[in-house]
Nanobody
Framework: VQLQASGGGAAQAGGSLRLSCAAS????????MGWFRQAPGKEREFVTA????????DYADSVKSRFTISRDNTKNTLYLQMNNLKPEDTAVYYC?????????????????WGQGTQVTVSS
């Protein structure tokens, strides 16, 4: 599966952004999906994940109640709605697909990665 992330940009603290990840190739609904992010000088970290049909999600504590992951299997697209953004959310955001229907936070369990989209939040 090929993944293409988009929707990043600049926002003020307290603002919102919505990321999208378009998938092509093998059946999108075969994969659990996740969002990860990497800030300068830091390791890539888990943000959120969703199972194959959207019925189960998981979030990092740092984004709970602010970010929402969703997917539309009819459009082969994954979304990340980010509200109440904070400067510490500044990072390159990556979407990823896992060859399993079960959502999981472990970065190394994901087989396919998008190219990343930059999110910059100013105070």
């Amino acid at each position: 599966v090929q993944l293409q992330a988009s929707g990043g940009g600049a926002a003020q603290a307290g603002g919102s952004l919505r990321l999208s990840c378009a998938a092509s190739g093998r059946a999108f609904s075969s994969y659990a999906m996740g969002w990860f992010r990497q800030a300068p000088g830091k390791e890539r970290e888990f943000v959120t994940a969703i199972n194959w049909n959207g019925g189960s999600t998981d979030y990092a504590d740092s984004v709970k109640s602010r970010f929402t992951i969703s997917r539309d299997n009819t459009k082969n697209t994954l979304y990340l709605q980010m509200n109440n953004l904070k400067p510490e959310d500044t990072a390159v955001y990556y979407c990823a697909a896992r060859s399993s229907r079960i959502a999981y936070a472990l970065r190394t369990s994901y087989n396919y990665w998008g190219q990343g989209t930059q999110v910059t939040v100013s105070s």
